[in-house]
């Protein structure tokens, strides 16, 4: 089981910062968070689109360089925040089959999309449900010419169910599943029974540990808030055992959003501190007791 890192980790420093959040000393650039990830020595990155300071063919042509120089599997993270908006965008959705093409262009094997969000919840899911079945039906066929897997996430929007039902009901060796461990805490489902049942269709993950954080609503959807891996309340040691019984080859993507206040605001020591623990994770699956 290999390891990597989402690059929303650091959204702060790529200029993304909640209300609720300071702003960092300094930024941070896309070349910058390949050199962290790099020395690091984990085995892969997922590129969040809307960090991309250019989609160039020139400038995806030197960041895949850079990628395979230092062997660094890669994924493709198109949509945040509300991807295909429930499906009822077609601007999203043309934008999403652009997306496939910088992924080819990064020799992305995955992409990540996005169907919907929390922020939509007062639409109901049927009719989102039924909208992202009808663009992901005609998406797969562009995503497949171009050899590039879509990768679903479990956005704090759809539970287990609803996307096992959505990826079956396509139907495509091209859609797949972006599980995110701590996404479904936040939506009460549990993420082990919920790897258990969508092992054998994740193509890329989001590997988060959470726990409630005083003060904050309860309906909020940062109530379970990012710890660094090990620190919270997710048992992420048996999420890797069923995706790894499930034959998944990618890797376990540390990802956080927004950091427990626990932790300050100090994202890269979570980062690097979530990588090591994903190393003990990884070498028990390797060596069981």
């Not at 495509?172 to 939506?187: E, K, P």
């Not at 100090?266 to 028990?284: C, F, K, M, N, Q």
């Amino acid at each position: 089981m290999k390891i990597g890192i989402d690059s929303y980790s650091y959204h702060r420093f790529f200029g993304e910062v909640y209300p609720i959040q300071r702003p960092p000393e300094r930024r941070m650039s896309l070349q910058e968070f390949l050199r962290r990830a790099a020395e690091l020595r984990v085995d892969g990155v997922s590129l969040e689109s809307c960090f991309m300071p250019s989609v160039e063919p020139d400038f995806l042509t030197e960041v895949r360089g850079f990628l395979d120089d230092h062997g660094l599997e890669r994924v493709y993270a198109w949509g945040h925040p509300l991807g295909l908006v429930g499906g009822g965008s077609e601007e999203a959705y043309q934008d999403m089959l652009a997306g496939i093409d910088q992924a080819q262009a990064l020799g992305a094997g995955v992409m990540r999309i996005v169907g919907s969000n929390h922020r939509l919840k007062d639409t109901p899911k049927a009719r989102q449900l039924e909208q992202l079945y009808r663009r992901l039906e005609e998406g797969v066929k562009s995503a497949g010419a171009k050899g590039v897997r879509l990768a679903i996430e479990n956005h704090i929007d759809f539970s287990d169910d609803e996307l096992l039902e959505l990826v079956r009901k396509v139907d495509s060796a091209y859609l797949g599943i972006t599980f995110d461990s701590g996404n479904f805490v936040r939506l009460l489902i549990d993420p082990v029974r919920a790897a258990e049942k969508l092992g054998r269709h994740v193509l890329a993950t989001h590997i988060k540990d959470v726990r409630p954080e005083k003060g904050r609503p309860v309906d909020a959807w940062n109530f379970f808030a990012c710890t660094p891996i090990g620190e919270g309340l997710v048992d992420n040691l048996s999420i890797a055992r069923h995706l790894a019984q499930a034959g998944f080859d990618g890797f376990l993507a540390v990802e956080i959003d927004y950091l427990h206040a626990d932790f300050g605001q100090a994202e890269d020591e979570a980062v690097a501190h979530s990588v090591r623990e994903l190393r003990r994770i990884t070498a028990a699956l390797d060596h069981p007791a």
